[in-house]
């Protein structure tokens, strides 16, 4: 095939406009983008890039604070709830990230759907100082009428009952069996912290039976039961 000068020149001309389009970060793939360390990428999408609900939550759950950043930069819902209804503030575990939610709007009361627990219920002393410092209500119920303060006594949480009944937590709520912090504590808790919450003026409920484990007592504390 025989090319004349003029038609070389077009077709030089045609292969640089072309080069843009080439290069563009709208091209097909270009938009795909990874969020970092233990987040799968395959779920982003090109252009207005969203995050699903459970990239959002692994990253707050391991504590990846970029991530979880640029996953809220993206769109994600602050209170978005995983399949048990939990959101970012009941899994999170590093006050640093759950600082952050917080400052960004992130519901502290808002309960969970398998047992109606606010986050709360499931964090340890150094994160339950934010909520509470936020607006948390330690006087919350969960579906079975446990307080935060009942439910620490399950696991035998003394710092944590110590410092619920600091920011007035109520030592004689009674929960829909008819038990009290001191109960529970009798029958779940260590003997320290029985002694505590008697010395603290705790009251036994109405209720004699033994207290019961609660279906999801496996859900409290890491580290405890």
């Not at 006594?153 to 829909?176: K, M, P, Q, R, T």
Request: glycine letters at 8%; one cysteine or more; hydrophobic letters at 40%.
């Amino acid at each position: 095939m025989i090319l004349f000068p003029g038609t070389i020149c077009l077709v030089l001309v045609a292969a640089a406009m072309m080069l843009p389009v080439l290069s563009s970060p709208h091209a097909e793939g270009a938009g795909h983008v990874a969020i970092g360390s233990g987040v799968d990428a395959s779920a982003l999408e090109a252009g207005p890039a969203r995050v699903t609900a459970d990239q959002f939550l692994e990253a707050v759950q391991n504590g990846f604070l970029d991530n979880v950043k640029e996953c809220l930069d993206r769109g994600i819902d602050m209170n978005v709830r995983n399949e048990k209804g939990e959101s970012a503030l009941h899994l999170v575990k590093d006050a640093a990230t759950a600082e952050y939610l917080i400052s960004r709007g992130a519901d502290v009361n808002l309960p969970d759907r398998q047992s109606g627990m606010t986050p709360l219920f499931f964090q340890e002393v150094p994160i339950a100082r934010l909520l509470v410092a936020a607006g948390a209500n330690v006087n919350a119920r969960s579906l079975k009428g446990n307080t935060p303060l009942i439910w620490f006594a399950y696991s035998s949480y003394l710092e944590g009952i110590e410092y619920l009944l600091s920011v007035n937590a109520d030592l004689h709520a009674v929960n829909d069996d008819g038990k009290t912090v001191l109960d529970v504590a009798e029958d779940f808790g260590s003997p320290e912290l029985v002694e505590y919450l008697r010395e603290a003026g705790a009251k036994k409920g109405s209720q004699n039976k033994p207290s019961e484990i609660p279906e999801d007592a496996g859900r409290s504390h890491e580290g405890r039961p």
